[in-house]
């Protein structure tokens, strides 16, 4: 079976390369990271990966959550939320992008790759 693809977005350079390197190490075939939803769009034209790590807080105009509703639309490729902005009417906005899960920041390793887990069950 092939590696889940995860495409990281994520505009916080440190946090992006440290969550990109541990899912490396954890078998997972990881793109990007993208610090834009421009950036985002462009990896995943370029890549198609499985699922998008999602973060809130992206540079440029768009945030996160545009970033994921023009990904599941366009592409069909869906997020987990990462984020520290998982208020109710975040979630209620993002609904279109039909996540696969929301990870609170600060989270450990063991949150995520769990998270990924079950995403792969759900995607098939």
């Known amino acids: 079976m092939q590696p889940l693809r995860v495409l990281v977005v994520e505009d916080e350079f440190l ?5 990109a390197d541990m899912l490396r190490d954890a078998g997972y075939d990881v793109i ?11 990896l995943v034209q ?3 990966p499985d699922v998008a ?7 440029g105009a768009a ?12 592409f069909g490729v869906r997020s987990i939320f990462v984020t520290a902005h998982s208020d109710r009417l975040t979630r209620e906005r993002a609904a279109a992008a039909r996540p696969l ?10 949150q995520l ?7 792969a069950d759900e995607l098939g």
């Open 101 to 110: 899960s929301w990870v609170a920041k600060p989270y450990s390793d063991d």
């Open 53 to 59: 790590l999602m973060d809130i807080q992206l540079a």
């Open 63 to 74: 945030d996160g959550v545009d970033a994921a509703i023009d990904l599941f639309r366009t």
């Open 15 to 19: 946090a992006a390369i440290t969550t």
């Open 32 to 42: 990007g990271p993208a610090r834009s939803a421009a950036e985002a769009r462009r």
């Open 46 to 48: 370029q890549h198609e």
């Open 113 to 119: 790759l769990r998270a990924l887990r079950l995403a």
